[in-house]
């Protein structure tokens, strides 16, 4: 095993400029365009390696160290020492080796939908009915994209490769690049009779609808993952996956925080101050709630169990109900007349106000709901 001095045939002190000098005289002299077998393709590769070793100086350094560019002494640089070529071996090639064909068929795109859904349904659980515009494989072709009883044509361009070879000029003088063929756009085939429905894409757009299991528990956010639902691929190619990212509506009564469900009771400043028993709509149908003689504007009532399930099982969170005393507005004489009487009786005729310290209930309450002070 020669060196890699040895190899681009300069002295182990050659400058920087005389290594690439000496590379590009054997790569002149090597290139497999040039210079076609197995014997000068190795060759090349061994004088491109040892290029692209003592060109980096960190490599160099490196490899005069220790004898090798892996850096471990004593390895003595094997023949296996061809690894990490791949940057300027692929600058010559344009990706190395030919790819081949390819495939008219391919995995189709995954695809992403929302679907809104009322907080009830949320709370429950619902199937949704997604009404989608997605690639469905063609009915006529079957995906094979030709005019049934015809088949594709080696493309008489390429002869198949999908690639052809086209002479570009270089710091190394003429080289053939590898392009994808214009003819058959890289398929290796044509097709001398498309299908007529999916102009030989083996797949059409299509309105289609799906049922969609929506779990008790989601929010705006979840997304449901349905494999295999996405859009049909091209040339009869399996369907890529589809996702639905749920969005749940504001309701105009309830709304949701984390599993809690929160609405707002308004209930007259008598009965607050009397109690009373009186009946909610909930998701649940209607529950009886009791609000005790001398509740407070912003105090809550609890029902437990009656929020948002968790999305995969468990107990559910509570609905809190929170009491909004509501102050008469328009009162009669008579009215009037009772409520100074009250006053009186509660020595209140002359009340004073006093302002509350901060942390109170409606800041409490603010934050409870996430709203910002
Ligand atoms: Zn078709
Ligand atoms: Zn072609």
Known sequence: MSSHYETLGVTRDASAEEIKKAYRKLARKLHPDVNPGQDVADQFKAV????????????????????????TAGGGGGGGGFGGFGDIFEQFFGGGQAQGPASRTQRGRDALVTASIELKD??????????????VTCTVC???????GTSPETCTICHGQGQVQRPVRSFLGQMMTV????????????LPNPCNECMGQGRVRERVSKQLKVPAGVATGTRIHLAGQGE????????????VEINVKRHAVFEREGNDLHATLRIPMTAAALGTELKLDTFDGEQEIRIEAGTQSSDTVKLSQLGVPRLRGGARGDLLVHVHVETPTKIDAEQRELLERLASLRDEEFAEGRLAERGGVFSR?????GHRA
């Open 232 to 243: 049909a691929g091209p040339g009869g190619g399996p369907a890529g996956d589809l996702y």
């Open 365 to 369: 309450l603010r934050d409870k709901l």
């Open 48 to 71: 491109t390696h040892a290029y692209e070793v003592l060109s980096d100086p960190q490599k160099r350094q490196v490899y005069d160290t220790t004898g090798n560019e892996n850096g």
């Open 142 to 148: 079957n995906g094979s994209c030709c005019q049934p």
């Open 179 to 190: 392009e994808t063929c214009s003819a058959c756009r890289g398929f290796g085939t044509t």
């Open 122 to 135: 949320a709370v429950q659980g619902t199937v949704y009915t997604l009404d989608i515009e997605t690639a």
